[in-house]
Every structure is written in structure tokens, then in C-alpha cells.
């Protein structure tokens, strides 16, 4: 079932390796580095609502709004 | 607690949409990876050679789900502005902003990987002809409406604004879906035609709609990432954003 001869025979892509891989690499690049933006974003978003939480807590006056 | 009836309204709050999503996000994670590990086993080690295009084509595999989003990511967005403006609903507007970024994402991809394509097979990285310059046009809805919600500081005004373009903007999706048939363009018709030799078409309509599938969870996988962190960030003065901060889970 499998195509391909060898490793270098993939890798080629039958001479189209610049266009290909160009393809699914910036594709999966994408889909590695937005994951990791948008987790990170949401635990920061906690972060700093948590803290703002808790300076509104230390001055009540204030915390009303 | 049991009750097999689930009132599916109860999700439109945030309040009960924050906890689901959370839920939900590691399935649709599973289905994305398991549907992507099988797309792209198809696409790069059992579809055959085409016999025009050689291995150059198997940049279909990303080709067109990343379009395919792009243009569906765009319909649902418009949808939820939809409902947003007619019965100001609080999670529509959230939704809209969720989703933007991968939506601008995957029409970056769909140029990206058309550009790719098109060096090899048309000799040229770009032209100007209807398919493409109306995909570029989304890509450019899509920024115009990150930036116009972004520069609009009071987030209900910035929704209103931004879902407004986006149902003005929403003209263009059949633009570039019917694009090949109402022009002459360079860009090829159907990607996939079943007349070939049978069973190699399937092959690669499976591993395309595998891709897509994947593309699909991974689009609804971001969007439920995002939409949680601006439900907290919008709903902070309520309750249960405060016991949710005050409280060790995220």
C-alpha cells in the first residue's frame, strides 16, 4: 500500500519538494504556534483578571464598580 | 440532574457556555488529530501519483480544506453577527471575535498554499484573476474586521460595528465559491473529478475530506480556546466569573 521507495524518495516529492513541503510545513507551523498563542493568551487573561481581583478586594471603596 | 432533556438555550448564557466549552475542547482536539494522522497518510503515503501534476498535487491535502475553511469560518461568522444584531445575544459577539483569527488564518493558508501550487503548474505565483483576488478579498474582511472591532473600545458598540461588515462582506463567499464558473479563470474548476481511474480518486476525495475534517476540529478547537478567555475577560464583574478566579480551576 505504502508509495514510496525510500525516505530520499519522499522527501523529494517526484522534484516538487520546495512546493510541497512549503505547503505543509507554514501549515503546520501555523497549527503549532496559534494553539500555544491562544492557551497561553487564555492563562494570561486568568493571570491578570485574578490580580485585578484581588487589588479591587484590598481597596473596597473602589471595588464597586 | 439526569434529565435526558437538555434545554439547548441554557448554553446561549456564558455563564453555562464557559464550563462546556472547556469540556468539549479536548474531545474535538482527539477527533482533529486522529482525523488529520488518518487524512495525512492517505494524502502523503497511499494516494497514488497524479498523472498530470506528478507529487505537486498533493498540496491539495491542504490546499482546499484551508480554503474550504476560510469560507465556512467566514459564513459562521456572519451567522452569529446575524443573531448577534437581531436578538443581542451576548455570546454572538464573543463568537465573532473567537473565530476571526483562525478564520484569517486559514485564508492566509488557502493563498499560501495556492501560491505554492501555482509557481509549478501555472508558472506564476500569483495573478490577478476572479478566484484569487476574491480570496485575498477575505483575507482582507477578515483583518479590517479585527482591526475595526479592536479599535472600538466598548466591546457591545465594537460587535455591533463589526457585525455589520460582516454581514455586508458576506457577498463575497459565493463570489469565490462560484468564481470558476462565472469567469474564466486560470484557477481550476472541481480539485477532485471521479472520472479518472475510480479508485485512485477516492483515495484522494478521502484523504481531502479527512484534511477537511481535521481542519474542521482544529478551527472549532481555537475558537473554543478563544471564546473562553473573552467570556472571562467580558464577564468579570458577575459572580461566577469572580468564583471561577477566586477558585484553584480554570
Known sequence: ???????????????????????????ALIMIVEPILAHRRQKQTIFRLRRQMRAEARTPSEGST | MNNRLINWFKFASPAAFYPLAGKMI??????????????????????P????????????????????????????MAFWAAIGLAFNTRLSGMMTQALAPTGALMAFLSLWTGALWGKPMWGTWWVWDARLTSELILLFLYIGFIALTAAIDDARRADKAGGILLLVGVVNIPI????????????????????????????MLWGMLLMALAFWMYSIVLALIRVRGIILERERHTDWVKAILAGDKS
Do not use: C
Open chain 2, 176 to 203: 469565490i465559491y462560484f468564481s470558476v464558473k462565472w469567469w474564466n479563470t486560470l484557477h481550476q474548476g472541481s480539485s477532485v473529478s471521479l472520472t479518472k481511474s475510480p479508485s485512485m480518486a477516492a483515495i
Open chain 2, 49 to 76: 501519483t497524479d498523472f498530470q501534476q506528478g507529487e505537486g498535487y498533493r498540496i491539495i491535502f491542504v490546499h482546499v480544506p484551508a480554503s474550504w475553511m476560510s469560507m465556512f469560518i467566514y459564513l459562521v
Open chain 1, 1 to 27: 500500500m505504502m508509495h514510496w521507495n525510500s525516505l530520499a524518495d519522499f522527501l523529494a516529492m517526484g522534484g516538487y519538494a520546495g512546493y510541497v513541503w512549503g505547503s505543509f510545513g507554514v501549515t
Open chain 2, 26 to 47: 479536548p474531545w474535538f482536539a482527539a477527533l482533529g488529530i486522529a482525523f488529520g494522522a488518518a487524512g495525512l497518510w492517505l494524502g502523503l503515503f497511499v494516494a
